[in-house]
């Protein structure tokens, strides 16, 4: 054997080293980045599943007193946490007929009256998610 041959198997094995150490810390790292996506894909599904349950619990509320309405913020137990809730607010759209142009339900002086609402509903979850909810109704009830 030479004597410059003496130190090659060595400085071939630090280099394969190296680049296997260098592929093991970029699996780690897009483990981790999928794990972060993960919990925020996570909170976002709760705080949407918060809002469409305001938006739930405003239309049970009118089907009991139609009108304008508010709920303060709610629990919401959902996804195995209770670091969720729900606010709701429901007003009155007002206008030239609640129904848009074009459409028509009989609507006159003698047969039948259609009140426009607005439903928004605020969810929350953990991380400061946040997902809101616009959600419209009618309410066709006989002339008065």
């Given amino acids: 054997m030479k004597q410059t041959e003496k130190g090659a198997a060595l400085a071939v094995a630090l280099v394969l080293l190296t680049g296997l150490s260098a592929l093991a810390l970029a699996a780690a790292a897009a483990a981790v980045t999928a794990l972060a996506l993960a919990g925020h894909q996570q909170v976002a599904a709760i705080a949407l599943e918060a809002a469409e349950a305001g938006v739930v619990h405003a239309l049970l509320a009118a089907t009991e007193q139609p ?78």
């Fill in 67 to 144: 009108g304008p309405a508010a709920a303060e913020p709610l629990p919401h137990s959902v996804g195995g946490t209770t670091d969720a809730r729900f606010e709701t607010r429901t007003t009155e759209l007002n206008g030239d007929g609640a129904l848009p142009p074009g459409f028509s339900i009989g609507e006159t002086d003698r047969t039948f009256q259609a009140q426009h609402y607005l439903i928004v509903s605020d969810g929350h979850a953990m991380r400061n998610a946040r997902v809101r909810i616009e959600q419209g109704f009618y309410v066709v009830v006989p002339h008065q």
